[in-house]
């Protein structure tokens, strides 16, 4: 079940626009490893958040488009990450991360971004495209 991603205005924002290839991932997944260990986040969690944004780019440059746009913003309690991608009209899987079938097609990328990461939201757009906004919370 997804839960609200938290909305409180970020401190810090970091941007980075990225090709939609499949070679500019590991660019992205060191930029927000940067980013969460500025933000006190154990290695396990910022291997976490690595591994929930590729999956999202992985995602994200199967269903085409020209550029993705990563936003880390910092908040009060954690890390919130927004994948944008420009691509064309988009039918978001809904994976129960208790019961999904690691062998359903395409399902594997959302259960381990559902299961890394403490809220996940999408927002598609009427024009094309959709954000992946995902959360992180800092540790008690």
């Known amino acids: 079940m997804t839960q609200p ?3 409180e205005v970020a401190t810090d924002v970091v941007e980075l626009r990225i090709p939609a290839k499949a070679e500019w991932v590991s660019i992205a997944r060191l930029a927000v490893s940067a980013v969460a260990s500025r ?3 154990s290695i396990e969690e910022i291997e976490d958040v690595k591994l929930a944004v590729a999956e999202a780019l992985v995602s994200t440059i199967a269903r085409g488009g020209s ?9 009060a ?4 990450i927004r ?5 064309g009209p988009v039918q978001p899987e809904v994976v129960d991360v208790t019961n999904a079938d690691e062998s359903a097609a395409g399902s594997l990328g959302v259960f ?3 299961a890394l990461m403490d809220t996940v939201d999408y927002d598609a757009h009427d024009e094309g495209g959709a954000d ?7 540790p008690a």
Do not use: N, T, Y
């Open 112 to 114: 381990l971004i559902r």
């Open 83 to 87: 994948v944008r991608d420009f691509g």
């Open 77 to 80: 309690d954690g890390l919130r």
């Open 5 to 7: 991603v938290s909305r």
């Open 39 to 41: 933000l006190q986040f």
């Open 67 to 75: 550029r993705i746009d990563i936003i880390c913003e910092s908040v």
């Open 132 to 138: 992946l906004v995902m959360f992180k919370r800092l």
